[in-house]
């Protein structure tokens, strides 16, 4: 079942320039989860952020949590044409992942 | 060995044919799962297992049934499918439950 709702659900930009994307969510979790995945192919795991956590950051990704608001977001900066895919958030709770809708990511040469 | 592998790549088959999807992992993951993936959608959780037991199913019919025979290799067998079950199936592990999952290709079922 499908916990999270991402926002936008779509999103174009200009390669260089910054893309954020938002998640939501409604139970309590143990972790939050973004993966990224390019057209019909496998998901790829980003970053996993714990509740006790409030941000973290991997190379050109940053994630935050806030769990009071139950929100999450992703940032990429000086996006790249290999960055366009779909980017899912998931979250953990009950041993399994639910993902969210997704945000479908364009980047422009 | 870092990767997921599924076969086949892709897969059509009739509504009264039985078929099998197979998943495998050398990473040494205790947590394996299927996950069903209809077009511009999220994945949706099918079957979980941990230890090799089946640990969660999200009410899937019984037209989809799973089998771990052992700790690298999931299955999931298929019988009388519907049209609507056409989808990407993917096969993910873990090294243990609520922890990273690692995805692999997916197989492209189309149900004629």
């Known amino acids: 079942s499908q916990q999270g709702e991402e926002d936008p659900q779509a999103l174009s930009i200009q390669e260089g320039e910054n893309a954020t994307m938002n998640c939501s969510y409604k139970?309590?979790?143990?972790?939050l989860q973004w993966y990224r995945q390019n057209s019909g192919r496998g998901l790829v795991h980003l970053i996993l952020i714990r509740s006790n956590e409030r941000e973290k950051h991997s190379g050109r990704l940053r994630v935050t949590l806030d769990t009071s608001k139950k929100s999450s977001s992703l940032l990429i900066t000086a996006s790249r044409a290999a960055d366009t895919a779909s980017y899912f958030c998931?979250?953990?709770?009950?041993?399994?992942?639910?993902f969210g809708a997704g945000t479908t990511v364009t980047v422009r040469a | 060995d870092t990767e997921v592998t599924q076969t086949p790549k892709h897969l059509v088959m009739g509504m009264t044919n039985k078929k099998s999807l197979k998943c495998e992992q050398h990473m040494g993951h205790r947590a394996m799962y299927w996950y069903k993936q209809k077009a511009k959608k999220p994945p949706e959780l099918m079957f979980v297992y941990s230890y090799e037991k089946l640990s969660i199913n999200e009410s899937v019919p019984s037209r989809f049934s799973p089998e771990c025979p052992n700790s690298s290799l999931l299955n999931l067998h298929l019988h009388a499918l519907q049209p609507e079950d056409s989808a990407l199936y993917l096969c993910?592990?873990?090294?243990?439950?609520?922890?990273?999952?690692?995805f692999g290709p997916g197989t492209r079922l189309t149900v004629l």
């Open positions: 139970t309590s979790i143990n972790n």
């Open positions: 998931a979250t953990d709770s009950s041993d399994k992942l639910s």
């Open positions: 993910a592990s873990s090294p243990y439950l609520t922890d990273t999952q690692y």
